[in-house]
């Protein structure tokens, strides 16, 4: 028999990791409602057609398509067939599979909004907190089955969006204790004019999944792949010009003027540019031009998140404005801007950096020995009554040596073991040691709720 194991990309929690994460998630999701947002959840699985053609080339092959039911039966089995060779080749086959693991949290929102928009109140607000899937090559801070963590606005084009978005951001990360992260923030509609200038808009796609890698392959590697793209040298000169814009946020904005300034796009999206710089000033932005986000479906100011350079990890987390995502499912008119926190890449950065509060490590606050029968009677009902105080406490399930019970509350972190023996129920007062210091003293019974507790 071989040795149990799960998929490569995919993890157990252990309760250690869950508190923590839950740590991470409850501070996102004060800070979202306190913006005004509401939580929604949809399918771990949509229809094929609704996410496929949405995530540009790169992103359409990583979703994990799911297996339609019944292709085990003979009269089934030459469409299934001739399904899985159009598979073969990039392309969508209904015969093998219609449905698929939803990649992001973006498009299932953008189709919900779709079908109920007669239902919403707009602009509506939602977070989205759910796990996504992606066939990805599983390394360090990339999984194939993560958390999502999202906030979208849809049906506003206020820019004062971004600028919530961004403080959304720096409020989260500070509650955290993460200081020293970069908020990076850009324009499609500057990569655009870029587009433009090297030809026309047919180039944008080419461009941007180029620039996307920029950080993974350098600027070499870019320029060459822009070449295998059918760019030409003096188009590859405008694009290396582009990148190379550096200084301050002022500079760099300046520079952009010079080189692209005469195209109305640039103009746009230099003016949205620094309307969000100006009014989310607190939030550490930086005006990075390299910035793409190789996602088909941004229109307007992109976000990205980069960690301390203390860590060696890419982004945790990104978004933008995506003015014609609903116009997908043919409902037009709904504006849409929305950032992503990567949980599981937060948790690794913060893990490293050694951020989480030491008191998340226990669960289980005191440990009622178990002395026998009668004794542990007394001590259940002790227990029965701190529970209802939420006083997190257990009684060890059965008669056992001390030494036992307490490599128990040890290994499982428990700070407090409560001992009620005869002697004790006798003087109606429980031994109280505090495991971290040693320190142990008799509380009576009746107090044991303020001890663990105090008003």
């Known amino acids: 028999m071989s040795k149990p194991s799960i998929p490569q990309g995919m993890r157990d929690f252990s309760a250690e990791t869950v508190r923590k994460r839950n740590h991470i998630l409850s501070v996102i999701r004060q800070v979202f409602e306190c913006y005004g947002f509401e939580p929604l959840e949809t399918p771990a699985m949509e229809n094929i057609e609704t996410l496929m053609g949405k995530y540009g080339e790169e992103g359409d092959k990583l979703i994990f398509k799911v297996l339609n039911n019944g292709l085990n039966d003979p009269k089934n089995e030459e469409k299934a067939r001739a399904g899985f060779q159009k598979v073969m080749e990039g392309k969508s086959s209904a015969d093998l599979t219609g449905r698929a693991l939803k990649y992001d949290l973006t498009i299932p929102f953008a189709r919900f909004v779709a079908m109920n928009h007669g239902q919403l109140t707009f602009p509506y607000k939602r977070y989205q907190i759910q796990p996504v899937w992606r066939a990805d090559r599983p390394q360090k801070g990339r999984y194939r089955e993560f958390t999502q963590c999202d906030a979208d606005v849809a049906g506003s084009r206020s820019l004062v969006n971004e600028v919530e978005l961004a403080l959304i951001y720096d409020q989260v990360f500070r509650k955290l204790g993460l200081h020293g992260y970069e908020l990076r923030i850009n324009n499609r509609k500057i990569l655009a004019a870029l587009a433009n200038r090297c030809g026309g ?43 190379s814009i550096s200084g301050s946020n002022a500079e760099k904005i ?23 710089l100006e009014h989310a000033s607190g939030a550490q932005l930086v005006a990075d031009f390299t910035l793409a986000r190789g996602l088909n479906y941004y229109t307007g100011v992109i976000f990205e998140v980069r960690p301390p350079n203390t860590v060696t990890m890419g982004s945790i987390g990104g978004g933008g404005r995506y003015d014609d995502l609903t116009g997908l499912f043919g409902v037009k008119d709904i504006s849409g801007v929305g950032i992503s926190f990567g949980i599981d890449r937060i948790y690794d950065v913060m893990e490293e950096l050694q951020l989480f509060p030491n008191s998340m490590s226990a669960g289980t606050h005191a440990l009622f020995f178990n002395m026998g029968d009668t004794e542990s009677l007394t001590a259940f009902r002790l227990v029965t009554k701190l529970r209802e105080q939420q006083i997190p406490c257990e009684l060890y399930h059965e008669p056992a040596k001390m030494d036992k019970q307490f490599k128990y509350a040890e290994k499982k972190n428990i700070p407090y073991a409560v001992i009620i023996g005869s002697h004790e129920i006798a003087e109606q007062k429980a031994m109280v040691k505090d495991l971290t210091t040693g320190k142990q003293e008799a509380v009576p019974f009746e107090k044991l709720k303020p001890f663990f507790k105090p008003s």
């Open 201 to 243: 808009a047919e180039f944008l796609t080419d461009i941007t999944v180029a620039i996307d890698k920029l950080d993974k392959i350098g600027l070499d590697k870019v320029l060459e792949e822009l070449r295998q793209r059918g760019l030409q040298e003096n188009q590859i000169d405008s694009i290396r010009q582009y990148l």
């Open 254 to 276: 300046q520079a952009i003027q010079t080189l692209l300034g005469d195209d109305p796009q640039a103009i746009k999206g230099l003016e949205e540019l620094s309307f969000v």
